[in-house]
T-cell receptor
């Protein structure tokens, strides 16, 4: 079965603190994983994908096949990072999403 | 460049009524997807069009939902008759290639409330 689990509904941190948004997946085969973000009153948009191995807005995510995880990390949170974050995997031609985590960065 | 556009942004209807949601994808994008997020739960796939053909409709909840994409341009998703559990946010996305191979661009979503 293809499944994405984001165990935290809400993560609240102070500005400048490290952030880790957790994502675990279930998938047979080699997964393609993504993080999508939805800022307030904006549309859902791609933040990063594991195959790109890039850092976007200071965020990185490493695919750990042994732990079936794809956690999103940022060393120093900023207030503008406050948003809803979705982890997703590509299952066939469609995306399978987790339930999302609200990140709230407090000043 | 215009992004994916969805109409209406909000809809409140009574149980038993009919509602039609519309999605205009990015011009030139053959792939069009419908997804739905029910309150507090994950965004779930409904169906996938390639041009005017339904490639995968495995996520459609039941036969009260009908999606069309005449001419391979815009798409409509009709719910008839609507039930309370149909409430949620309906997202449309489009891509040049199937999701994952090319980035999927999402619309703002339509928030449907069935009362």
């Amino acid at each position: 079965a293809q499944r994405v689990t984001q165990p935290e509904k809400l993560l609240s941190v102070f500005k400048g603190a490290p952030v880790e948004l957790k994502c675990n997946y279930s998938y047979s085969g080699s997964p393609e994983l993504f993080w999508y973000v939805q800022y307030s009153r904006q549309r859902l948009q791609l933040l990063l994908r594991h195959i790109s191995r890039e850092s976007i807005k200071g965020f990185t995510a490493d695919l750990n096949k042994g732990e079936t995880s794809f956690h999103l990390k940022k060393p120093f949170a900023q207030e503008e990072d406050s948003a809803m974050y979705y982890c997703a995997l590509r299952g066939g031609n469609k995306l399978v999403f987790g339930a999302g985590t609200i990140l709230r960065v407090k000043s | 460049e215009a992004g994916v556009t969805q109409f209406p942004s909000h809809s409140v209807i009574e149980k038993g009524q009919t509602v039609t949601l519309r999605c205009d994808p990015i011009s030139g994008h053959d792939n069009l997807y419908w997804y739905r997020r029910v309150m507090g739960k994950e965004i779930k796939f409904l169906l996938h069009f390639v041009k005017e053909s339904k490639q995968d409709e495995s996520g459609m909840p039941n036969n009260r939902f009908l999606a069309e994409r005449t001419g391979g341009t815009y798409s409509t998703l009709k719910v008839q008759p609507a039930e309370l559990e149909d409430s949620g946010v309906y997202f449309c996305a489009s891509s040049q290639d199937p999701a994952g191979k090319a980035e999927a661009f999402f619309g703002q979503g339509t928030r449907l409330t069935v009362v």
